[in-house]
């Protein structure tokens, strides 16, 4: 990877912070214009935090289910729109609290990365705020390429269309545009 040394090392000292169990901003927003690198930015991130997963070995477990699993899962359930239905989120959200009350399922606490986050409703960023008072969610990590614009499904306009309550909990950072010697 090339350049955008800036939010590279912001999020790579967060997640350092985190390993070591200090005090980190555990919610992060990249933002920047399209093609700056954001997703490999957050995807890398996720990348080592499983990697550097502990193996659970002893414990007859037939299936891990990290919580970038559950939302992969959850995204062949949402269609061209991208919308997940309350019932079939509910469904999914019952039948893995089933697999861990029997054994069958490991929760593993991971990175939440969510990508064109000015995409979501309003009923997405509430599940965002639950998720981040969860333990579930160790690092919280969105991306967009939006100035201000509106908030989905609302007359309100925001700076990346994100609400104000979860904003004010974000670490911003920017990708740059590249420079040409960065591309040749
Ligand atoms: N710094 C970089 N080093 C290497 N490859 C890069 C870099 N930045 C971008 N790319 C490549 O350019 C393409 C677009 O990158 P990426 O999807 O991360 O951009 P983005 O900022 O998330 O864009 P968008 O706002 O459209 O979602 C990818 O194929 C990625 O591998």
């Excluded at 989120?89 to 990365?113: C, M, Q, S, T, Y």
């Excluded at 990346?160 to 920017?174: A, E, K, N, R």
Aim: aromatic share 6%; glycine share 8%.
């Amino acid at each position: 990877m090339v350049g955008q040394m800036i939010a590279r090392r912001v999020v790579g000292l967060t997640l350092e912070l985190i390993k070591e169990g200090k005090t980190a901003d555990r919610a992060l927003l990249i933002a920047g214009q399209p093609g700056t690198g954001k997703t490999v930015i957050a995807m890398g991130e996720f990348v080592e935090i499983q990697i550097d997963r502990p193996a659970t070995g002893s414990v007859p477990i037939e299936l891990i289910f990290s919580l970038e699993k559950a939302v992969t899962f959850l995204a062949l359930f949402s269609g061209d729109t991208g919308q997940i239905k309350s019932e079939v989120r509910e469904r999914i959200n019952d039948k893995v609290a089933e697999w861990h009350e029997e054994g069958k399922a490991e929760i593993v606490p991971g990175v939440l990365f969510t990508d064109e986050v000015h995409m979501l409703d309003i009923e997405f960023f509430s599940f965002l705020n639950r998720a981040l008072e969860s333990d579930m969610v160790l690092i919280l990590i969105m991306a967009t390429n939006r100035g201000i614009t509106n908030i989905r499904e609302t007359n309100q306009q925001s700076p990346h269309g994100i609400p104000i309550d979860l904003l004010d909990c974000l670490l911003i950072m920017t990708t740059e545009p590249y420079e040409a010697d960065e591309i040749k």
